[in-house]
Every structure is written in C-alpha cells, then in structure tokens.
C-alpha cells in the first residue's frame, strides 16, 4: 500500500487530540493491568482459604465474570450505579468494572499453575513451620506467578485491545477519538486501518516486553 | 412493564445472540482449520505468510476490525451487511486465535503413528486426514471450548452495527423503564445461562466421542 | 525424662483407626526406627507428631509439654524438628543455599549474610557446599536429599524426622545418604526415622518400633527383631531377611 500523504495530511489536524487519546487508553491499560494482577493475586488467595465457604464464593465470582460479557458488567454499572445515587466518572467505572473482570482471569490462571506445584513442598514449609501466610507469600504465590507468566503477560495484552470498548461508557481514549476523526474526514476505511495499525503497535511492544519477562522468570529446570 | 414482559423482550434478543455466536464460531472453526491445516502441509513461505495474518489478526481489537469491516468497507465499493461483518471481524479473530489452538494440538499428535502412516505408503494429505486430524481435534478441544465461549462473550457488540441481540433490547429496556441494574444484571446472568448450557452441551458431545483408553488430564 | 514422650496415640479417619494407641518413648541423642507393613501407619506418625495431621486422642509429650493441647504454638513446635521427606520437597524456585537459609532468614529472623553462613555450615556438613547457587532442578536425588538434610539441620532442631528417605532414590544414592545419615547418629543427633529399608534401620538407630496395623507390635533391638522367625507377623516383613 502506496503511503499516503493527503491521509497524514489530513490527520495531522487532529494530531492533538488523537495523542490524548492514545495518551487515555495508554493510561487505562496500564491501570488495569496492575490492579488485575494485584487484584488476581487477592482471588487467588481466597480461593486457596481453608474455609470452605470462602472458597465457595471465590470459585462462584470466577466463574460469575468468566462466564459473562465484560461489557455487560460495563453497562451495569455505567447505568446502574446512577439508580442508587452513586455517581462516577466512566473512567473509574471502566477501571472498577476492568479489575473485577481481569482480576477473575488472573485468578483462574494462577489456580491452575497452583495445580501443578508439587505440594510436597508446601507441607514441607508448613513442616518447617511456616505459617499459611508464609506459606503463600514465599512458595504458593512466586511459583504459581512465574508458571504462570505467559497466561499473565497475555491477559495484559487482552487489556490493551479491551480498552477499545469503554468508549461505549463515554469514556473517550484512542479509538472514540478516531471514531470522531472518520466521521469528520469522511475517510473511514483509512482511520479505521490506521487506528487498527496503532493498536498492533501497542501490542507488539508488549509482545517484546513480555518474551523478556518470560525468559527472566522462568524456574529453571521447568517449563 | 412486567417482569414476564421483559424476561420476553430480552429472550427475543437471544436468538440473535445465537444466531451471531454459532455464525462466527462456524467461520472460526472453518478459518482456523483452514489456517492450521495449510501450515501444516504448505512450505515455510506460506507457513510463514499465515504466521504473519494470524498475529496481525490477533494483535486487532474485535471492535476496530468490526468498524474497518461494516464502516469502512463501503468506503472502497464493498457494502457488508451486519451479520457477515461480524463474521469477518469476531469470526476471522477467533479463527487466528483457534488456528493457534490447532497448531499447539497438531503437536501433540503422536509422531511414531505419524511415522507409521507414512512408511505405509499414505500422502501427506491422506495422513493429515486420517491419522493427525481426528486426533488432533481431541486434544484441541479444551481450546475449541474456551475459544467458542468467548465468541459468545464478544457477540453483544453486534448492537454496534444493529443486529437486535440480548444487549440491544436490554438497552432499549432500559431506555424506557430506567431499571438499569436490574436489566444489566438480568442478561448477565441470561448469557452466564447460555455459556453453562454451551459448556455442558460440548461435554455431552464430548462424552459421546470420546475413545476408550484416549484419556486425557 | 525422655526428648519425646507418645502415649497411646490414636488417629482415626471416620471409623478407621489408622493410629490405634501407639506409645513409644525417643530419648535424647537417642535414635529410633519406625518400620512396619504397608498401611501400619508409620507416615501418620511423623505426622500427627508435628500437628500436621491432627491427632484423634492420646498425649505427645515433647521435652514435658504435651503438645496435643489446643494451646500450644505449633509453629513454635515444628522448627524444633527438622523434617525430611521422602522427595526432597525442596522449593524449585530458589537455590540451594536459599532453600536452606529461608527458615533462618523467615522464622528466626537472622539477617541474611548470617543466615547464609549458618546454612553454608550445614551444606559443608553435607558436602554440598559448592552447589549452593545450583537450583533443585539440577541436582541428583542424593544430591537433592543432602540438601533436605542441611535445611532440616539448619534451624538447630531439638530432633530429625525421616519420612522414607532412600525410598525415592536408586542404590548408589542410598548408600550416599545412608553413610550420611549415620555419621549424623553417630554424632548423636535425636532422629525418629520412619522407612521399610532394613540396611538404613541397621545403620542409624538402635531400636526399630515395629507398626502393624495402627498398633506398636514389637520394639526391640534390630538383631533380636530379625531372630524372631517364629512370629508370623514379623517373619512376613522381615521374611527370608538374614
């Protein structure tokens, strides 16, 4: 595909606000790409109590968001929230309904690493005494995140392309900006291509990061 | 309005739900085979072109590439109408992401029967056909199933180009009768419904397909 | 008064007695095997004698205190002994010497560059020294039980549990950890070693407790063990054995 000027040229107008956008969902991504890791590591502990009603309810919430539409929960709150006299930014909404929605994601894939630890190990720490949060916090919880890093370092690519949608709850990052150029240049195919290319790029940055992580964390000896 | 009146609205919604997520999980499936087997069989230019699409179609938002798809189209000459546009975005999509499921599944097909097949006399092609595929197609399934639900989870974006499926009419419900919390919450808990009701109807499937001594886990 | 005192211990998994009224006595310095059939409950044993499993009913005694009192600091209790299992279990996420150091570091506290050099101490002591910044993953089973061994050595416990230690390991490594294991009774470490392997029982411990079925059917010497052939029960474990 010849490069095409008058196209630059034309986005060049909107270059302000198509950097704040990206700027936007730069930010979004980031955001709940931390508080779902955190987030996870939270469910994961619960989902690990040794009382059973706990474990009841964490499996029931995973299951709940995994089996359900982020944007579903999107619009509940977006809409819902309001009815009971609660009043957020769609910025907070995106990140609150996003980090239970992630948070749920990163929580399965470290019960399933924890499925593959050799629970001898844990009796052994416990056997040296440990307590059942010693336990967690230095063997369960950095075997299970390093297993699972591949699964991680994807969901933080989910993130960047599911931030697309939160222009659906009014909060304006990259694509809702794009949305406005098209419909002013007329150009849709073009803006949509381009905007389509950005979004590669964001991910292919990522993709890079998350190979290093990859080659860093690995237990030697697995995988 | 009652609240059979909406439980009614939102159910007319739901045919669409699953006419969009059995049309796009159709296209994935046929897409992803097509991929996997290709690169299975073709030379390393061509293994190496599908590498390239498969990322670039996994590295796309579902939504921009529905908007290339429906919005932009029609721009250069080619009017799309909004089921196909869905199958062209959210279909394409899951099927780069299935070709990948394939591909790891292909692996794990057994290489002395692969071995065996060949040195009794069979082509490439009659041994992917035989002997790699029906296994294969074992293996892949845990994917197939995760890959099929998210179809299901992505099919609310349909409203975008006006396709009236379960969220549609929510929207529309809401818009009247401000219940919005219990509306929301009403379809989140009808499209948990569906994905449980997908998920046992594969493990039916499953059971029924299954070989004996072929376990897996 | 004996370093550990077990009165008639039972534990039952609904109506199963897996431990039925077992009572033995471990002074210090002193060192015990638990051998019996398959199902005698030896693991258990270790088991409830640190809490790990919950004991039905009975006493332990523990340097005077009974520690089947609801009261009691188990994790107090449990860096008092030094555990071996029959896998290693040693943490793969870390090196040798961490594994080694992280109770010091964890439970006692000790800064790090101390916590390393006492675990350097036990893993000399273990000839492992210069695999300290090896990770489990590369170790042979020998190797790997050797480490197990310093770890367990370097919280100082007043006792060393051994659950099967050579059962996980080939011959050339048994005899390894054997002659290792004996140099530690022959320094009169306490050690409680439960195994069904009759040349480790010989090596490391003055008395076997022979377990059959939840119950202590014999303690004896090994020797006079082995002379009773015309016990059926023993002459079947033991059966065609020297």
Known sequence: MRVDFPFFADLANYWPQIVRGLRDTILLSVTITITGLIGGIGVFALALSPRGLVRFATQSYISLFIGTPLIVFLFLLYYGLPNLGVTLSPFVI???????????????????????????????????????????????????LRMSVPALTNQAIQNIKDSSIVFLIQYIEFFAQMQEVASRTFLFFKTYLFTAFVYLLLVSVVVLAARRVERKLAIPGLT | MTFVEILLTLLKGAGYTLLITFSCAA???????????????????????????????RGVPMLVLLFIVFFGLP????????????????????????????????????????????????????????????????????????????????????????????TKQAMALVATTMRGIEIYAAIGLLYFGIYRLLLAAVQLIEKRYSIPGFAQE | MALLEVKNLVKSYGDRNVLDGVSFELEEGEAKVVMGPSGCGKSTLLRC?????????????????????????????????????????????????????????????????????????????????????????????????????????AMDPRVLFFDEPTS???????????????????????????????????????????????????????????????????????????
Not at chain 2, 32 to 52: D, H, N, T, Y
Not at chain 3, 93 to 98: F, G, N, P, Q, R
């Open chain 3, 49 to 153: 004698l640190n809490r790990l499993h919950e004991p039905t009913s009975g006493a332990i005694l523990f340097d005077g205190e009974d520690v089947t009192d609801p009261g009691v600091d188990v994790r107090a209790l449990r860096s008092r002994i030094g555990f071996v299992f029959q896998n290693f279990a040693l943490y793969r996420h870390m090196s040798v010497l961490d594994n080694v150091a992280l109770a010091l570091r964890r439970l006692k506290k000790l800064p790090r560059r101390e916590a390393e050099e006492r675990a350097l101490q036990e893993l000399e002591r273990m000839e492992m020294a210069e695999k300290r910044d090896a990770y489990p993953a590369a170790l042979s089973g020998g190797q790997s039980q050797r480490v197990a061994i310093a770890r367990a050595l």
């Open chain 1, 94 to 144: 995106a990140v609150l309904g996003f980090t239970l929605n992630v948070s749920a994601y990163n929580a399965r894939y470290l019960t399933i690493a924890y499925k593959g630890l050799d629970q001898a190990e844990l009796e052994s720490a416990r056997a040296q005494g440990f307590s059942l949060f010693q336990v967690f916090r230095l063997i369960t919880a950095p075997q299970s």
């Open chain 3, 168 to 242: 996980a390991l080939d011959p050339i490594m048994v005899r390894e950890v054997v002659t290792l294991i004996n140099r530690l009774y022959l320094d009169n470490v306490t050690i409680l070693c439960v195994t069904h392997d009759l040349n480790l029982a010989r090596h490391i411990s003055d008395r076997v407790v022979f377990l059959d079925r939840g119950k202590v059917y014999a303690e004896d010497r090994i020797e006079h063990l082995l002379a009773r052939d015309a016990d059926p029960v023993i002459d079947e474990f033991f059966g065609g054995e020297d």
């Open chain 2, 27 to 57: 296209t994935a499936l046929v897409v992803g085979l097509g991929i996997a087997m290709a690169r299975e069989l073709g030379g390393a230019w061509l293994s190496a072109l599908l590498s390239a699409v498969v990322y670039v179609l």
């Open chain 2, 75 to 166: 721009g250069i000459g080619l009017d799309v109408p909004p089921l196909p546009a869905m199958m062209l975005s959210l279909g394409l999509i899951s099927g780069a992401y299935l070709s990948e499921v394939f591909r790891g599944a292909f692996a794990e097909v057994s290489p002395n029967e692969v071995l065996a097949a060949q040195s009794m006399g069979f082509t490439r092609f009659e041994t992917l056909r035989v002997i790699k595929l029906p296994q294969m197609i074992r293996f892949a399934v845990p994917g197939i199933v995760n890959e099929l639900t998210t179809v299901l989870k992505f099919s609310p974006f349909a409203y975008t180009v006006g396709l009236p499926e379960i």
